[in-house]
């Protein structure tokens, strides 16, 4: 190959490591958000501060051995529909206890 020139199989690879980037930027985007909005729901619901939303939210996935943002996700459907499987309610209780001033309260009613 002449200096100067380009292989067109690295370009290729290139845009492929580019594309890769770009979903994996839009899904922790998304995963922040559905984060957010559920230490928006402890801040509301459990009477926490931001930061120990935070912390609950940790806990939670911690103890139960799910990813933080399908704990989200639990606690997103849970506000929604007001359900939320047991053990992950009792963990979310016995991390609001831990972590913030008063237990959860039932779900908001439609």
Do not use: C, Y
């Not at 963990?91 to 008063?102: F, S, V, Y």
């Amino acid at each position: 190959m002449t200096p100067g020139s380009h292989d067109p199989s690295d370009e290729v690879g290139r845009i492929f490591e580019l594309q890769e980037e770009v979903e994996q930027l839009k899904e922790a985007v998304t995963s922040h958000a559905v984060v957010d909005q559920a230490i928006g729901m402890m801040v509301a619901l459990g009477r926490v501060t931001p930061d120990e939303g935070w912390v609950v939210l940790k806990d939670v996935s911690q103890r139960t051995n799910i990813k933080l943002r399908n704990v989200a996700d639990l606690i997103l459907i849970w506000g929604r529909d007001g359900e939320m499987p047991p053990e992950i309610r009792a963990e979310l209780e016995a991390a609001l206890d831990r972590h913030g001033p008063t237990q959860i309260p039932e779900a908001p009613s439609e």
